[in-house]
């Protein structure tokens, strides 16, 4: 009888946006490999990401990103027992080149194509952070189209116990970064700018101490565009930092205090987050205290692990190849997947 192969490798490639990432993850936990090239620098002159632009750099970069993976761990095709893609949401010319990049490994090698939907990768990210996380936990979901806190039953098995009315967290920080003239990505140069500011300029807390589990963002971007227009008309100098500072406030503090809020009311004792708004600093620094108070177990993902990544995608790939959850050649690419669809 042949013994079945206990350890299994997963190649996870990601290329929803302006990232294009490969990398190799064992058995769900273990990162060997993880190659991430960015067009973020060529998307910053257009002040966001340009669709076509995003689709041409990932031809020009999936094949390099792969190399350097199987270099990076020493690695051959043969090594490799199932290629995980993203197959949505995104965007759809950008998805589509490493769905069919992925397929032609696939094919080529007849091993397994695993579909994976992105927003389960950025859950995910988690277990590569502690490798001995199981579910149940909380979630806290902030990405630049999500912002959702989810009640992760199992490994497969969701509920999502609110989510934005509107825009989502990372949206709104892009938005109000474009007001204040800082650059594409604006969640990053926020955070930069509100190092050195004040929480001074009075803003909404959205939904803080209502609305359940929701959130809402449409009414606290809108309020700093009035600010800003407002000094503008007066004639009066803008203080980027403050206004930096007091929109990072509002916008994190409800996250983290809602978050935590789930876990109690759960009796659950871990939270995960996820997304690229989860390397923010402040939201990190706010949820360490938070969880430390109430003894909740926190895991954070590194900063790299929040931002779009390839490892993420092989970790929720690694879920779906145990089940056997694979796609044929007429896998195709999803623009756009509701969350609720996204977690059944
Ligand atoms: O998860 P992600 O990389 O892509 C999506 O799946 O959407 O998230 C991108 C979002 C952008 O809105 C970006 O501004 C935000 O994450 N972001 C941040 C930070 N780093 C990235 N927001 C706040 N602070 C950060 N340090
Ligand atoms: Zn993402």
Redesign the pocket.
Known sequence: MIKEKKDFIIMGIET??DDTAVAIVKNGREILADKIISSATEQAKFGGVVPEIASRAHTEAILDATKQALKESNLTFNDIDGFAVTYGAGLLGALLVGVSFAKGLSYATNKPLIPVN?IRG?ISAAYLQDKNLQPPFITLLV???HTAIIDVKSYDEFEVLGGTLDDAV??A??KVARVLGLSY????N??REAKTGKNSVKLPKMLKGKGGYNFSYSGLKTAVINHVHKLKQKGEEVNIADVACSFQCSAIDVLALKAVKAVKEKKYNTLTIG???A???YLRESLTKACEKEKIKLVLPEKRYC??NGAMIAAEGSIQFRKKNFADITLNAVASIPLRETLK
């Open positions: 929803s946006c992105h950025h990405s630049g189209g990372g949206e920080f892009d990505p604006g969640g990053p926020i955070e997304g690229g708004v390397a923010n600093g931002t779009d």
